[in-house]
């Protein structure tokens, strides 16, 4: 209770000048993030044992907490059944959370949580590599850009055209931008631009192709991860910073007539990251922020900060952003109920109806909520998969992070859950609260008063939201920090984008037509703190 009225006074406060907004900002950054002891980690998912390789191989996921065997576990299956919701009844709704939350909060772990995971999966593919992690471990927009240099190289015009200058290719369709198509007419081939000398494809091929007819085929995109084809709510987010970033090319080039192709895309790349990362803050962690103080992007907070250091996604990290839960069985686009399962690799609906339609319609969906006996059928056995994942990779139970990111472990599954059903089906499958496993427990928790996630995963996307968003390369104290060098990597005009822009719609209504006032946000409108 003195917690929450602290934080109201700090909102009050922070009202009153820019100067105490700014100490306000940092402080409360700083105590989110030190909930739990900062990077590197002394452990990672390549061996159960500290080692050099362990200490420097990224290819390898970090770890929390050592690797920790738990004897005797339930069937994946059984644990699985934990998350379907029950015969008869409906997924229970998110009071806050419109859609657009889960489909940004896809989009943003695409690009950083890269377990790796093969095509062949359904075949019967080992979780062998599961330990593995084939990102950059940066907030990069690289399901946009692509995460390597062979794949930035091949989405861009690479053209001292003007009005190409700087650009990624792309294509009008009825009226809009769009990236190119992945592949041909009909489905069946990819789009030459795409393959290389020696025919190999030279983007990654989307996850789940297998399953797509060619008429889905036709309306996938040419873009920089094989998750950014994925679904839908996906897509435009990707096509929302393809067109932002083009418009950047666009006013940088007009701007600097004397710069060529590759530093005009250097620096509208350089903008767009830091608007997506603004956004990611100031829209996507204050709707996770149950506390009524509003957070900035202020990369301040992090320059002299005991946690600033270089960025390494977790395996816990990888497993607690597993937020089935939060998408419906079914969702209204454009007036048609569709189920949920069927817009997976199908960008026909964005394509239909444009842009705009398409984030007004789904910020007209509400999020159902997070949390056990809530995940749509269609999702059930993506859940088991991510228990098996947790289990492969040795994960420790639920009550060792609960130490570790300082909250009280429990001491019994009352401890965990009220709801006294849940507690006796926990019990059951576990026997004791200390073996019940990470990823189950971060679901079983309710979900907290005025926000969206459950507490112990709400303080771990904190901590880890924070020290991997402001610890951007581009917003270090010598680049964003240093006036001149900031003028410089940015330009005056992109400057002035990236300080108009703290929402998903600020950067739409730059990019679409025909929004007018629909509502787009990832907070419901009208939603009001302390009401529910």
Not at 43 to 55: A, I
Not at 145 to 153: A, E, I, P, S, W
Not at 388 to 406: C, E, L, M, W
Not at 456 to 466: C, E, G, K, P
Request: with cysteine; net charge negative; hydrophobic share 40%.
């Amino acid at each position: 209770m003195l917690i929450k009225f602290a934080y109201r006074i700090a909102a009050i406060l922070a009202r009153i000048s820019p100067g105490i907004a700014r100490w306000i900002n940092g402080f409360a950054i700083g105590r989110l993030v030190k909930k739990t002891r900062s990077r590197p980690h002394p452990w990672s998912t390549l061996s159960e044992h500290v080692s050099w390789r362990g200490l420097t191989d990224r290819s390898y996921s970090a770890r929390h907490l050592p690797a920790t065997t738990i004897p005797d576990l339930p069937d994946s299956a059984r644990v699985a059944d934990l998350f379907r919701v029950p015969d008869g009844e409906e997924q229970r709704l998110c009071p806050k959370s419109t859609c657009l939350f889960p489909a940004f909060a896809q989009y943003l772990t695409d690009g950083f949580i890269r377990t790796m995971i093969s095509n062949n999966f359904a075949t019967g593919e080992s979780f062998e590599d599961r330990a593995r992690n084939t990102s950059n471990h940066e907030i990069d927009l690289c399901p946009l850009y692509g995460r390597t240099q062979l794949q930035v190289h091949a989405l861009r015009t690479l053209s001292e055209e003007p009005g190409k200058r700087g650009k990624l290719k792309s294509e009008i369709v009825n009226g809009e931008e769009y990236p190119l198509r992945l592949f041909q007419p009909g489905g069946m081939a990819f789009n030459p631009e795409f393959v290389g000398e020696d025919g190999e494809p030279l983007l990654d091929t989307p996850l789940g192709i297998d399953h797509t007819t060619p008429e889905m085929r036709e309306t996938l995109f040419a873009v920089g991860g094989d998750r950014a084809n994925a679904a839908p709510q996906v897509t435009m987010l990707n096509t929302l910073f393809l067109r932002e970033h083009n418009r950047l090319a666009n006013v940088i080039a007009s701007s600097h007539p004397d710069w060529n192709d590759g530093r005009v895309f250097d620096a509208a790349r350089a903008c767009n990251t830091v608007i997506f990362i603004k956004i990611v803050v100031e829209e996507y962690i204050n709707h996770i922020n149950s506390t009524p103080l509003m957070l900035k992007a202020d990369p301040s907070a992090a320059w002299k900060a005991e946690w600033n250091k270089p960025n390494w996604i977790s395996a816990e990290f990888s497993l607690l952003y597993r937020w089935h839960s939060l998408i419906p069985q079914t969702m209204v686009w454009a007036g048609e109920t569709l189920p949920g399962g069927a817009l997976r690799l199908n960008n026909a609906a964005v394509l239909e109806h444009g842009l705009a339609s398409a984030f007004a319609d789904i910020s007209a969906n509400q999020a159902t909520e997070l949390g056990l006996h809530n995940t749509a059928t269609f999702l059930v056995d993506v859940e088991e998969s991510a228990v098996k994942q947790a289990r492969h990779n040795d994960i420790a139970p639920f009550t060792r992070y609960q130490a570790a990111f300082g909250e009280e472990p429990a001491r019994s599954f009352a401890d965990i859950t009220p709801d006294r059903a849940l507690q006796s089906e926990l019990e059951s499958l576990y026997g004791s609260v200390d073996r019940l496993e990470f990823y189950t427990g971060l679901f079983a928790q309710p979900r907290t008063k005025d926000g969206p996630l459950p507490s112990l995963l709400q303080t771990m996307v904190a901590v880890d939201a924070f020290s991997q968003a402001l610890t951007n390369p581009l917003l270090s104290e010598h680049i964003w920090g240093d006036p001149a060098v900031q003028r410089d990597t940015f330009t005056p005009q992109g400057i002035e984008a990236i300080e108009a822009t703290s929402t998903l719609r600020d950067v739409l209504i730059r990019n679409a037509e025909g929004l007018g006032d629909r509502f787009v946000g990832m907070t419901r409108e009208g939603w009001r703190r302390g009401e529910e």
